[in-house]
C-alpha cells in the first residue's frame, strides 16, 4: 500500500483496518506502531505480500479512516528481499491481510464465547441457587461479547454487538449442523 519512512533498522507502514480490529491487533501485539517482528507471527503474513510499486503508482502516505501503523524490520536474514525496494502492498494483498486479521478476531470471539456458554451450562446445572442466578446474569450473550471486548481492550463504540451476537449463532448453527 505504502511506505511511510524508514528509521535506522525498521520501516512503517499503513495498513487501513476497520476500527474494531485495529484495536484487536494493538492488544495481540502492544502500542501502535507494532512491531512485526521477524520471529513473531505477524511479518511472516506481511512479508510474501511485499512487492516493488509499480511506476505508475504513487506511494504516499494515505488518509485513512483507521489505519494501523506495522513497523517491519528494515535488515533481516531470514527474509531476503531489500526494504528499500519492496515497500509496497498492493490493494489486493491489503484485503487479504484485513482478512487474515478478521479471521483472527473471529476465532478467538467464537472460542470466547463457546468457553463461557459450556461454563454457564456448568453452573446452571449445579444445585446452588447463588451460582444459578450468577450465571444467569453474567453469562449472557451480549454481557459475554461485552466481556469479550473489555478483555480485548476494544472501544464498544467500535463494535456492532448485534452483528456479532448473528455472527456467533451463524457459527454456532453451522458447526452443530456439521456434527
Known amino acids: 500500500m505504502l ?3 524508514r528509521m535506522g533498522s ?4 499503513e495498513l487501513p483496518l476497520k476500527p474494531f480490529l485495529k484495536d484487536y491487533l494493538v ?8 512491531f512485526a517482528s521477524n520471529t513473531g507471527i ?17 506511494v504516499l502516505p494515505a488518509q485513512y479512516e483507521s ?21 509496497y502492498i498492493n490493494d489486493s494483498n ?11 478476531f473471529r476465532q478467538d470471539f467464537y472460542h470466547f464465547m463457546e468457553s463461557r456458554i459450556s461454563l454457564k ?16 446474569n453474567n453469562f449472557g450473550i451480549f454481557q459475554s461479547i461485552n466481556d469479550f471486548c473489555t478483555l480485548r481492550d476494544i472501544n464498544p463504540d467500535h463494535v456492532d454487538f448485534d452483528a456479532l451476537c448473528k455472527s456467533y449463532f451463524r ?4 458447526f452443530f449442523s456439521k456434527s
Open 3 to 5: 511506505f511511510i519512512c
Open 10 to 13: 525498521e520501516m512503517i507502514i
Open 27 to 34: 492488544h495481540l501485539f502492544g502500542p501502535e506502531p507494532i
Open 42 to 58: 505477524l511479518f511472516p503474513i506481511l512479508y510474501p505480500m511485499l512487492e516493488i510499486p509499480p511506476k505508475t503508482a504513487h
Open 67 to 87: 489505519s494501523i501503523k506495522i513497523t517491519l524490520p528494515y535488515q533481516c536474514v531470514r527474509f531476503p528481499k531489500n526494504p528499500s525496494c519492496y515497500f
Open 94 to 104: 491489503v484485503r487479504n491481510f484485513q482478512k487474515i486479521i478478521h479471521w483472527w
Open 121 to 136: 451450562e456448568k453452573i446452571q446445572n449445579m444445585d446452588n441457587e447463588i451460582l444459578e442466578g450468577l450465571g444467569k
Open 171 to 174: 457459527y454456532r448453527k453451522s
